[in-house]
């Protein structure tokens, strides 16, 4: 499997392909990294998910959609978009202080086995409940359907980081469905609880 060398900004994030992203840069390392991506010497970087204090294997690759004016201490706010999945294929290089470029960076393989993950059919089914409950719109005719769709439902019901990176680094078919029905079970439940909220009625 080739690598790829490319920065890195670690975070308590794990997009996924297709999905937009908004950030808020302040630290002066990360500053020169988006001024890189900003005049276009660079053209992707990889968002590695932090899950609690460890750094995962598994991350996003981005591209820069976006990018605020800095403000005058150098902050800005970008919207970047996921392309696709890797894995850390080196460990992380932290660069010392005054060293060039100041970011961190790693080797990175992209991974694309989620392509052939499915939603099982109960989690399309208490995803689709979850829709029905929120009221899409009407403009909205789009149904989870065993099969097809789990990137886009894990991004739709705003699947929580660590919830997506149990599902996708699950080691067998077995365990993955175990995280997917739960995501959708929650999922639903929470949608559920809101729904009742808004009536004015809570069960016992």
């Known amino acids: 499997m080739n690598s790829t060398l490319v920065p890195l900004f670690p975070l308590n994030l794990l997009p996924l392909p297709g999905e ?49 004016e800095p403000d005058e201490n150098g902050f800005r706010d970008a919207a970047v978009q996921c392309i696709g999945l890797f894995k850390l294929a080196s460990p992380v290089h932290i660069p010392e202080p005054g060293e060039n470029p100041p970011y961190p960076s790693g080797e990175i393989a992209r991974w694309s086995d989620w392509k052939n993950y499915d939603l099982t059919e109960n989690a399309a089914f208490d995803f689709s409940k979850t829709e029905q409950l929120q009221k899409t719109s ?24 660590k919830k997506r990176y149990d599902i996708l680094n699950a ?29 004015g009625y809570f069960p016992n």
């Open 20 to 68: 937009t992203v908004a950030l808020h840069v302040f630290e002066e390392r990360y500053q020169a990294l988006f001024n890189r991506l900003e005049a276009m010497d660079l053209d992707e970087f990889g968002i590695p998910f932090v899950d609690g204090d460890c750094l995962t294997r598994l991350g996003g690759l981005m591209r820069l959609i976006f990018a605020s």
């Open 171 to 199: 080691p067998d078919l077995k365990r993955r469905n175990e995280h997917i029905d739960n995501a959708a079970r929650f999922s639903f439940l929470i949608a559920e609880q809101e729904a009742q909220r808004n009536k």
């Open 138 to 161: 009407e403009n909205e005719k789009s149904v989870c359907m065993p099969g097809n769709g789990l990137i886009q439902s894990l991004i739709r019901h705003q699947i929580t980081p």
